[in-house]
């Protein structure tokens, strides 16, 4: 074992290092990441717990064409259901 020495006569307090929470994301190899995690967060700074990461409120940066609004998907049911009803027409008439 390895005695490590350090100037003065001080004991070393790394107690509470050790007991930190851990970041707990996924390296590349599969593992769990082993960084204390940024206080008041579940990752380490270099896995989104650095102040201003993160996307903002409401992420609009994740809205590209609003295709899966509520709205939008609310239209594509209400076209799909008209749809049906016409065909179910077409049938009852014998066209289909």
């Known amino acids: 074992m390895i005695e490590l020495v ?11 290092m050790h007991q930190s929470l851990r970041c ?12 204390p995690a940024v206080t008041g ?14 996307a903002p409120k409401c992420n609009k940066n994740a809205l590209k064409h609003g295709g ?9 049911k209400a076209r799909r259901a008209s749809i049906a009803a016409g ?4 049938k009852d008439l014998g066209y289909e």
Request: hydrophobic fraction near 20%; aromatic fraction near 0%.
């Open 87 to 90: 065909r179910k027409v077409l």
């Open 24 to 35: 707990g994301a996924r390296t590349r190899n599969g593992t769990a990441c082993r960084a």
């Open 68 to 76: 899966h609004t509520r709205a939008a998907r609310e239209d594509r």
């Open 41 to 54: 967060k579940q990752r380490c700074r270099m896995h989104g717990g650095a102040r201003g990461s993160g």
């Open 6 to 16: 350090m100037s003065g006569p001080h004991k070393r307090n790394t107690e509470a």
